[in-house]
């Protein structure tokens, strides 16, 4: 006699031998027994005369079975380092493997209060077959969380129940943080201050609870941006530690944008960057006059004129250094030496006395450029110009018996006479 039937978990088969009804219960015990499944079952009478029965079971032993699936077949999840405060979230897939239908699933995580959860809705039932995709998530408060932890789903299936479980391994540690105590601002700056660029401290304190090994950088335009402390350095945890930048702008307007970035050393992973912001402003300082036109003189006899040029400034708060005055390369001017670094105070001026030796005739221009403080880059720029003349005042060699020639020497010696007069003046 051949019995067939489905075993979800455990069922009573009956079967007739002669006048006697037998009831065969199978049982389920494990999800090992699911499929398909056969036995024999002898019956033996105490009678020596009667023969033993033999009886055939086949049956299908249904069961739930609950699966977790990470990825294309893993059970674990690494968040890796977390800020405190901050969370990481991942998916995964809880399966039920099996032909039964799952229920009453529940969800352990231990140990608890690591910073580990399981996002809800957590599924109450699974049907077969059936899926869920939920989400672990790592959650960090202090630094006691992380650490392995382990989630452990339990559910039941069949009359009367049985259990089913399966369970997601979860790691994850704290990153080490760093809290930013006071942020840089920088005032607007004069291009290319030179030793007067301003220095401006990010400071910042390990909230973590280990030592932190950091490397301070800037990113971007490193000529106007500069970390003057040092580069790398380690934190206690509960430190401060201050981090400096100078900023030198190179020419007027917004600067550059630019980062500093503060690295975890040991993880290579940014723990702080914030933005650096200024403005570069122009001295409001002018050489004057725009051309300076000196009076005309003989090649070779200097002319000077007092008070000629002026440096005046029209900013209301600052003094300034006259660094130089500088002209072209073998100019036929010169100019008053303003001596080293001659201060400029707020809306004031200074003036200087222009020389004119020309050597040769006609007439003559150059250029004066104004150098202010430690700035490489001219100030201002002015146009100079004079004018030379040959004066022959021994005349022309030979006797000129009246006439023209009279008249023309007699208008030589007035025009010498009139250059010297002029000479003398000063």
Excluded at 56 to 63: D, K, Q, Y
Aim: hydrophobic share 40%; glycine share 8%.
């Amino acid at each position: 006699m051949l019995e067939r039937a489905r075993v979800t978990p455990s069922r009573a088969i009956k079967c007739r031998l002669g006048s006697v009804v037998v009831s065969i219960l199978l049982t389920i015990s494990s999800a090992a027994d699911a499929g398909p499944r056969t036995a024999t079952v002898t019956s033996t009478s105490k009678d020596p005369d009667t023969s033993s029965v033999h009886i055939s079971v086949a049956g299908i032993g249904s069961t739930g079975k609950l699966v977790v699936v990470v990825g294309l077949g893993g059970t674990s999840i690494d968040f890796g380092p977390v800020l405190e405060g901050s969370s990481v979230t991942r998916t995964f897939t809880l399966t039920n493997a099996g032909d039964a239908t799952v229920t009453n699933i529940t969800a352990v995580v231990s140990p608890a209060n690591v910073g580990y959860s399981i996002d809800p809705p957590l599924p109450s039932t699974l049907s077969a077959p059936g899926f869920s995709i939920l989400t672990a998530r790592f959650a960090p408060q202090s630094a006691s969380d992380g650490g392995p932890a382990t989630v452990t789903f339990t559910g039941s299936w069949g009359s009367p129940p049985a259990q089913t479980s399966a369970q997601l391994t979860l790691d994850g540690s704290i990153q080490p943080s760093l809290t930013i105590m006071d942020s840089p601002a920088f005032p607007d700056t004069f291009r290319n201050p030179g030793d007067q660029a301003p220095v401006r401290s990010l400071k910042v304190q390990n909230t973590s609870g280990a030592m932190l090994r950091v490397s301070a950088m800037v990113t971007n335009d490193t000529d106007v941006w500069q970390l003057v402390s040092e580069a790398q350095v380690e934190i206690s945890a509960g430190a401060m530690q201050e981090f400096l930048v100078r900023f030198s702008p190179k020419v007027a307007g917004s600067a550059p944008p630019a980062k500093l970035r503060l690295v975890n050393v040991d993880s290579n992973q940014t723990l702080i960057s914030i933005d650096l912001h200024g403005q570069g402003r122009d001295r409001n300082v002018q050489l004057l006059p725009e051309v300076l036109q000196l009076r005309i003189t003989a090649i070779g006899r200097p002319v000077t004129v007092d008070d000629a040029l002026v440096v005046a400034s029209n900013d209301e708060t600052h003094t300034f250094q006259i660094r130089a005055i500088e002209l072209d390369e073998a100019s036929p001017f010169t100019i008053e030496d303003p001596g080293p670094d001659l201060e400029l105070p707020a809306l004031s001026e200074r003036r200087f006395a222009v020389t004119f030796t020309p050597k040769t005739k006609g007439k003559i221009t150059a250029k004066a450029r104004l150098y202010l403080d430690m700035d490489p880059t001219m100030q201002h720029e002015v146009t100079l110009e004079g004018t030379a003349v040959f004066v022959d005042a021994h005349g022309g060699g030979g006797c000129a018996a009246g006439g023209a020639g009279g008249s023309a020497g007699a208008a030589a010696l007035t025009l010498a006479a009139a250059l010297a007069r002029r000479l003398r003046r000063r």
